[in-house]
């Protein structure tokens, strides 16, 4: 099927296809940087990136989102000056995979249907656009590359939780340091996530995200260790750091313990444990991590009261965004209301509140010349 905006936008048809799945993470927040556990899912709301090659030696990159073009030239210049906007999350691609693999020019059609902010919208639109112009990169050096460019060149100290979410897709059990993971699934149980987005807006690079990073170097510091990916493996909070650092390495510690405990609840089909683990990880996450605000306060809260829902918590990186409930399936009709009413009251207007649907890692998809 072509698409016919970008017939309009180009005047040609699309070769392929790739979608990139966005993410809710379970349990397991602020944990992958320090090398720790958490269980995110790929969820159905994505990118689309529609691509058209040729040899230009150039990539035009049309987003829907924005709705602005820009020609951006392979022949990468390590001098460019950020301009802050999507623009550098392009050029953070092209760095990351042009060392190794040769680029081809092009036209590019980007779309994207994820709502709010703590879905991974950037590891989304990054880990789509490595996909889109090399297809060939594994799913792990896909979600690498994608990390890198986030990480290094945009400049987000982000962990790779949401990269190698997208790449790989479905729900994972994963532990940062090393990689490893196993699969986790609410498939067949009586439970279903819902996705309670407060819509206020936060970008990663702008909150205090790379502030907690600081914190947790800090904390590294003080305690002889060389990484912030070691953290997780401490066993104890040590009496001699600073009330505030003591909090934060309190909530990366009891959290990976709950992402282990979660991981077992889910095992023996124990929801209510997982619902009340992801109420511990809230409060955790809002008094010792300080990543939450009033608006995911109220709709966690609200959220929790519910009958019907198991547990409620914040889900990404915090400071506005998205929460998740987990709640008995088809209960969410009868309570969604009352949380949206109760919520307006107290903020003057609606949530967008829905269910949140799994999907498989990110996907290329070629067009027939019969369907263009
Ligand atoms: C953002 C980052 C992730 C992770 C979460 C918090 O989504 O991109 O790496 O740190 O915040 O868990």
């Given at each position: 099927m072509i698409d016919r905006k970008f017939q309009s936008e180009f005047g040609s048809s699309p070769d392929y296809k790739v979608f990139a799945p966005s993410r809710i993470n379970l349990i397991g927040e602020h944990t992958d940087y320090c090398g720790g556990e958490c269980m995110p899912f790929a969820t159905s709301n994505g990118t689309d990136f529609f691509f058209s090659s040729n040899d230009s030696g150039t990539l035009e990159v049309y987003t829907e989102r924005f709705k602005e073009r820009h020609a951006f030239a392979l022949k990468l210049s390590k001098t460019r000056r950020m301009s802050l906007d999507w623009k550098d999350y392009v050029y953070g691609v092209l760095f990351a995979i042009s060392d190794e693999h040769k680029v081809k020019g092009g036209q590019i059609f980007v779309r994207q249907?994820?709502?709010?902010?703590?879905?991974?919208s950037s590891a989304s639109f990054c880990v789509g656009l490595a996909k889109t112009l090399c297809?060939?990169?594994?799913p792990f050096d896909l979600a690498k590359r994608s990390w890198q460019a986030e990480r290094s060149y945009v400049g987000v100290k982000c962990g790779i939780m949401d990269q190698i979410s997208i790449s790989l897709g479905g729900g994972l059990n994963l532990?940062?340091?090393?990689?490893s993971f196993s699969s986790v699934s609410l498939d067949n149980s009586d439970c279903q996530l819902v996705i309670l987005d407060t819509l206020v807006p936060r970008e990663l690079l702008s909150s205090n995200y790379n502030n907690r990073y600081e914190e947790m170097l800090e904390v590294a510091e003080a305690i002889g260790l060389?990484?912030?990916?070691?953290?997780?493996?401490?066993?104890r909070v040590p009496q001699n750091l600073r009330p505030k650092l003591k909090a934060r390495l309190r909530h990366v510690l009891t959290e990976c313990e709950r992402v282990k405990r979660a991981a077992k609840a889910i095992e023996m089909r124990e929801w209510r444990v997982l619902g009340f683990l992801m109420n511990q990880s809230h409060a955790s996450l809002r008094?010792?991590?300080?990543?939450?605000c009033p608006e995911l306060d109220t709709i966690v809260s609200l959220a929790q009261a519910q009958k019907g829902v198991l547990g409620a918590r914040l889900t990404g990186g915090g400071f506005g965004g998205c929460a998740i409930a987990l709640c008995?399936?088809?209960?969410?009709q009868s309570w969604q209301k009352v949380v949206e009413e109760a919520y307006r009251e107290v903020f003057g207007y609606n949530p967008n509140i829905f269910e949140a649907n799994f999907s498989q890692g990110v996907k290329l998809t070629r067009f027939s010349s019969e369907s263009k």
């Open positions: 249907s994820i709502g709010s902010a703590g879905l991974a297809p060939e990169l594994s532990k940062a340091k090393d990689l060389t990484r912030v990916d070691s953290l997780a493996g401490v066993d008094d010792d991590y300080e990543v939450s008995q399936k088809n209960s969410a």
